[in-house]
């Protein structure tokens, strides 16, 4: 038995000083009590740390073939990055071709983590073309295999994008099979005019990305997909809303009764849309901050702060999307339409979030655990995950709110060979990380021997 004591623990009812007993066997919390009471002589010493649930990132993308390209991490570069930085349970989307069947995609992408990666993991099902046949195997992939969500793109209009009647069917078997559907939400041909008008004027630099896809066409997506979500009476979670429009969307039908989740991702938080202008210098420099929906003005960045806080946004995913700048970014040099979207982040979700939000005061220290590890696993049902409890996973952080360090592609762990955070000035680090029981993460330093993520059982 493994014993972490003096820590302050922050338990669904709040923080408070305990000792938390870690059967390391069953890789599970065997018993809490009051400092002291626990000693077994196998002790973390947890004095002036926080003691907090593993984190959970319900957005991110690893094995991603996307825009004439391939995203740059593996299972063992994304996993020893989350858990550096906190996170011991990601959930992927499998995102196939429009020919390709759901049950080759489910098999090809879970093969790329089994036995690969180093933290918990899970998947949602991406669906991007609908019919007779991929209704009987989305089926499957969910009644036989562990696949509890569904996701659709209504944005990437001609690749991963799906039409109206594939949306109806999607959302009525989700409602069929009592499980989320997670959704871009964007109007793909609204996206598609304006991106040819912004050309043919010569807007070709990053910059154009964010005018390219406006806030009120994010809205418009929400709109149409809660739509679809009311008439068929499915529970939808949108990804990465980026402006108070887009919520203010969801909304308006939540107030009518549809079931719609809200999650934002760090980057719509910490950045806003002058980063795609680059460096005077040089302003193809902005597309290491392009991704989709763009980032926004700073009045809309500030909202989405008071948004969380107000709980109208319930988890802070990533959407890691990792590309380099370098061979792959430059492919939209003089054309902002071809850069491949995405920013590298699931490394500094936490600790970002923590020193903008808690360090700051926007959030307090229960709203920033809830955003980032309990809230997620209570949605997508993961087993175990997301709170410290007897019985859980002991999925395990100590946190230390008080360690300064500055973010750089020169020391962290994820594949890309830019960081978008670089020169970034934060306090808070997970100091020790445990998944399942077992250390991962020591002082800082990833210690983990061996692969032993592990799927994640889900209700
Ligand atoms: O820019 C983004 N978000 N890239 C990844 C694909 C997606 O839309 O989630
Ligand atoms: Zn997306
Ligand atoms: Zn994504």
């Given at each position: 038995m493994l014993c972490i004591t003096n820590?302050?623990?922050?338990?669904?009812?709040?923080?408070?000083?305990a000792d938390v007993l870690i059967d390391e066997d069953l890789g599970t919390i065997a018993n809490?009590?009051?400092?002291?009471?626990?000693?077994?002589?196998?002790?973390i010493h947890a004095a002036g740390k926080w003691l907090i649930p593993g984190g959970v990132d319900p957005h991110v993308h690893v094995y991603l073939p996307f825009m004439g390209t391939y995203a740059k991490d593996t299972w063992e570069s994304v996993s020893k990055a989350a858990l550096a930085g906190g996170t011991t349970s990601l959930i992927e989307i499998i995102c196939p071709g429009k020919s390709d069947d759901p049950l080759e995609a489910y098999e090809l992408w879970e093969s790329k983590a089994r036995n690969i990666s180093y933290c918990d993991y899970g998947f949602h099902m991406g669906v991007t073309r609908f019919d007779d046949r991929v209704a009987d195997q989305l089926t499957e992939i969910v009644t036989k295999h562990n696949c509890r969500s569904f996701k659709v793109f209504l944005a990437y209009k001609g690749a991963l994008g799906i039409d109206d009647r594939e949306l109806y069917g999607?959302?009525?078997?989700?409602?069929?099979?009592?499980?989320?559907?997670?959704?871009?939400?964007?109007?793909?041909?609204?996206?598609?005019?304006?991106?040819?008008?912004?050309?043919?004027r010569g807007c070709t630099a990053p910059r154009y990305h964010e005018p390219s896809r406006p806030a009120s066409v994010e809205a418009a997506g929400v709109v149409h997909l809660c739509t679809f979500a009311e008439l068929t009476?499915?529970?939808?979670?949108?990804?990465?809303?980026s402006c108070p429009e887009a919520v203010g969307a969801a909304e308006t039908f939540?107030?009518?009764?549809?079931?719609?989740?809200?999650?934002v991702v760090l980057p719509h938080l910490v950045f806003d849309e002058e980063r795609t202008h680059g460096t005077p210098e040089d302003h193809f420099a902005g597309a290491k901050y392009v991704m989709s929906p763009p980032l926004r003005s700073k009045d809309r960045v500030q909202e989405m702060w008071?948004?969380?806080?107000?709980?109208?946004?319930?988890?802070?995913?990533?959407?890691?999307?990792?590309?380099?700048?370098v061979g792959q970014k430059e492919m939209g040099r003089g054309d902002f339409r071809k850069i491949p979207n995405g920013i590298p982040s699931v490394q500094h979700r936490v600790e970002v979030l923590h020193h903008f939000g808690v360090q700051s005061g926007r959030l307090t220290p229960s709203q920033f655990i809830s955003f980032t590890s309990a809230n997620a696993a209570e949605y997508f049902g993961l087993?175990?995950?997301?709170?410290?409890?007897?019985?859980?996973?002991?999925?395990?952080?100590?946190?230390?709110p008080k360690y300064e360090h500055t973010l750089s592609a020169k020391t962290h762990a994820m594949r890309t060979d830019y960081s978008a955070f670089e020169g970034m000035k934060i306090s808070g680090r997970a100091d020790t990380v445990l998944l399942r029981g077992k250390v991962m993460v020591r002082e800082g330093k990833f210690v983990a021997a061996s692969a032993q993520g592990k799927q994640i059982a889900r209700r």
């Open positions: 820590a302050t623990v922050f338990f669904a009812s709040g923080p408070a000083r809490i009590a009051e400092p002291g009471k626990l000693d077994t002589g196998n002790t999607v959302l009525t078997l989700a409602k069929q099979l009592n499980i989320p559907v997670t959704a871009h939400c964007e109007n793909e041909t609204i996206i598609d005019e304006l991106q040819r008008g912004l050309i043919a009476g499915a529970r939808v979670y949108i990804v990465h809303t939540r107030e009518r009764g549809v079931d719609v989740t809200l999650e008071n948004l969380l806080k107000q709980s109208k946004l319930s988890t802070v995913a990533t959407d890691h999307a990792p590309f380099d700048y087993i175990g995950k997301g709170s410290i409890s007897p019985g859980a996973h002991a999925d395990l952080v100590l946190w230390d």
